[in-house]
Structures are given as structure tokens and as C-alpha cells.
């Protein structure tokens, strides 16, 4: 083989390789415009509904019946906040629940949902949530909604 055809492929090898021909240049700007459109979609994932969430009202009333000796609608309505303010512990990686025992959240829930009646439980969990990250020392870095 003379040096010439040796030259033309590793030439060619060397475009391969590294990307400098014109069509790789298109696929690596095409590849950075994938990747930056799938960083802002995931950016604005961020915000979310809850869907099904039901109002202080239920709460405090379920709570009554607690009182009352008819604990099992209460208990669904604690397990559903603590599952929810876990869920949140997760997704933000600020455990503001360690140390904490569900009496303290339930009482804290009972304060504010008989000053916001109307507001529904996913809102008042994630008032309930930052209370407790103010209260232990944790940064909100806006992770919470």
C-alpha cells in the first residue's frame, strides 16, 4: 500500500472517529438541541396538580370522629399525609421528618386546616412540610412547590 491510500484512510478513519466532517457536526448540533429541549421539559415538570385532594374540612371533621371513637376515616386521612409529606422528603433529599412524630404533624395539620378550611390537603401537607423544614433549621431551596 503506498502512503498516499494509507493517508486517505486514516483520514477518513480520523473524521470517523472524531467528527469532524460536516454531516457529524449537524448530528452533534442536533444532539445539543435534543438534550437542552429534554433538560427544559423535565424543568418544567416540576410544577404539578394534585389531583383528588380534599379540603381541611374533611380533615378536621374525620378528626372530630377520631375524638369520637371512629377512627378509621381519620386514619386513611393520616396516612395519606404522611405518605404525602414522605413523598416529599424524597423528592426534595431534605429529611425535615426525621425526628418528628406524626402526633406533632397531625396537631400542626388540625392548627392549620381550622385557620384554612377551604384549602385542600396536598396545599395545607406542603404548608405543614416547610413549617417543619423553618422549625428544624433546613433551607427550602425552592424544591417544594
Known amino acids: ?25 449537524w448530528q452533534r448540533r442536533l444532539w445539543h438541541i435534543l438534550t437542552l429541549g429534554c433538560l427544559l421539559i423535565s424543568q418544567a ?15 378536621q371533621q374525620y378528626r372530630q370522629d377520631e375524638r369520637a371513637g371512629y377512627p378509621l376515616n381519620s386514619e386513611t386521612y393520616q396516612t395519606w399525609l404522611i405518605g404525602y409529606l414522605s413523598g416529599l422528603v424524597a423528592g426534595s ?17 388540625d392548627a392549620y386546616c381550622s385557620a384554612n378550611p377551604l384549602m385542600n390537603l396536598a396545599s ?5 412540610a416547610r ?12 424544591t417544594l412547590p
Not at 493517508?7 to 470517523?16: C, D, G, H, T, V
Not at 396538580?49 to 374533611?58: D, F, I, M
Open 1 to 25: 500500500m503506498n502512503s498516499r491510500r494509507l493517508r486517505r484512510r486514516f483520514e477518513s478513519a480520523r473524521l470517523s472517529l472524531f467528527g469532524t466532517c460536516r454531516r457529524c457536526a
Open 124 to 128: 395545607a401537607g406542603t404548608y405543614v
Open 131 to 142: 413549617d417543619l423544614m423553618q422549625r428544624k433549621g433546613i433551607v427550602n431551596r425552592g
Open 45 to 59: 415538570g416540576l410544577a404539578y396538580e394534585s389531583r383528588g385532594a380534599r379540603t381541611c374540612v374533611g380533615w
Open 93 to 109: 433529599g431534605m429529611d425535615f421528618l426525621a425526628g418528628t412524630d406524626n402526633e406533632l404533624v397531625f396537631q400542626m395539620m
